[in-house]
Nanobody, 126 residues
């Protein structure tokens, strides 16, 4: 079982940037397909970005493609989400998730993941 802890959230103005971190313990992130999700108040949790365990493949929601980037530092056992050109609609709690194996490339499906962090809040002010 891997334990995930997110950090790096905060308050930022429109157009600003934040870098979220997801630090794993108990297992190496290279053993998992990884995902970032977010959930705004009153809304369902939605997919933001994903990375295959090999690190070769990355996936993004249309709403963040070109602005967000997922990356991994295996030495630090950490997965990152670099967020640029932030918009008010990006305001949400952001969650890191790990999957033993995402089936059929369905990185956007929450039930593919069996390990979740506690979340970190991102607020974009206009």
């Amino acid at each position: 079982q891997v334990h995930l802890v997110e950090s790096g959230g905060g308050l930022v103005q429109v157009g600003g940037s934040l870098k979220l971190s997801c630090t794993a313990s108990g297992r190496t992130v290279r053993d998992y397909d990884m995902g970032w999700f977010r959930q705004a108040p009153g809304k369902e949790r939605e997919f933001v970005a994903g990375m295959s365990r090999s690190g070769s493949n990355t996936y993004y929601a249309d709403s963040v493609r070109g602005r967000f980037a997922i990356a991994r530092n295996s030495a630090r056992n950490t997965v990152y989400l670099q967020m640029n050109n932030l918009k008010p609609d990006d305001t949400a709690a952001y969650y890191c998730a790990a999957s033993g194996r995402v089936n059929g490339g369905n990185y956007g499906r929450t039930r593919e993941y069996d390990n979740w962090g506690q979340g970190t809040q991102v607020t974009v002010s206009s």
